[in-house]
């Protein structure tokens, strides 16, 4: 019986260690416009939404992502990992689809600052 409540848990903690896939658009206004976009995987614990996105163009650079949810506000810290930067805060909403369907549970954060706009998105419903 043991084995048997190990097993069920092992099985049940699985979704939550891999991940929703979600993709990821960043405009940066520096001494040009910049738009990268990127996907991968993030792990919810709680409130907190936090991984790593490979760039879609090239498949190397990695962007950092932590993002406090608290209802509809959010709250992340977003950095460029091959530029070694510290990250920047941004602060924006969080929506998800009010009646969501078998094949449709979208899902968006929108954050900004003064000089950065990310959108991350999904739309892939639970099991």
């Known amino acids: 019986m ?7 848990s092992i099985l049940l903690a699985a979704p939550a260690e891999a991940g929703q896939q979600w993709e990821l658009i960043s405009v940066t206004r520096g001494s040009a416009w910049e738009v990268n976009a990127a996907k991968g995987a993030l792990k919810q614990n709680g ?24 209802g509809e506000r ?15 805060i941004l602060t924006g909403v969080y929506k998800k689809a009010a009646k969501p369907t078998k094949t449709h549970c979208p899902e968006q954060i929108q954050l900004m600052n ?6 991350l998105a999904r739309d892939a419903c639970e099991p």
Do not use: H, M, P, W
């Open 47 to 70: 409130r907190i939404l936090e991984g790593v996105l490979r760039d879609k163009t090239d498949g190397k650079a990695d962007y950092q992502i932590r993002i406090e949810l608290n």
């Open 74 to 88: 959010a709250q992340a810290t977003f950095r460029f990992i091959s530029e070694n930067d510290k990250g920047t």
């Open 114 to 119: 003064s000089f950065q706009y990310i959108g």
């Open 2 to 8: 043991k084995r048997l409540l190990v097993l069920c």
